[in-house]
């Protein structure tokens, strides 16, 4: 196969628990998993960063239960630098921290890859991409918001469209060991946007859960695959 690039790579799916039915949480998982779920991402909101409250480190241990398959943090709060061991503990695989939360970002990068996880950063909708950059080579993951952080089922935001493809080229220009992931609105018509700009994950929770979970997260992978094959 010819060389083109790190695109050539699988796109990985990474569905967002928020929207699943907690009441039958394990199925729902079981079900994202045997359609090839790559890593679940969970949304943790502290009613303060974000206007919204959702999962702690119990909810962690348990979907850690349940499945090998990767877990992403996505921590919404004011201070990360203060949970860092609390979800390490609980299992998580990476954690992902907001350039806009009150912390010393590099102190809690290096906190999160001292407790054997693998760190994060995300930029909010509004956010430029150079905030990110003083701290790329210290992190294993991007995080790039196509909503305001809160909520689930919000309209995706094309205008960030241009941050991811900037993003992607510095990524690559720089030979960067950094995944890009993005997150907020990824349903089947938006997902081939994405990857086209050149996300390597996309987060999705309404547009897979709670309902036909595996035709969704196949024909979203399927419609993201062509879209980043599209690029070469
Ligand atoms: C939004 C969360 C997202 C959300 C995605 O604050 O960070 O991960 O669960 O949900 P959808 O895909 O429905 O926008
Ligand atoms: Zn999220």
Redo the contacts with the bound molecule.
Sequence with gaps: MAFCGPMTGRIKIAP?L??ARFDRLGEQIHEAVQAGADMF?I?V?DGHF?PNLTMGPAIVNAVRRVTEVPLDA?L?VTRPQDFVKAFADAGVNDLTVHVESDHDVRATVKAIRDAGVSPGLVLNPDTAFGKAVPFLADVDLLLV?T????????P?RRDVLSKIEEARAHIDREGLEVELEV?????LDTAPLVAEAGADIL?????IFPDRVAENLRAMREAAEKAAHGRH
């Design positions: 967002s928020l929207s991402h949304d909101m974000v996505h919404m918001m909503v305001h952080p809160g909520f689930a089922g919000q995706f997150d907020g609105g990824i349903k987060v999705s929770g309404s547009g």
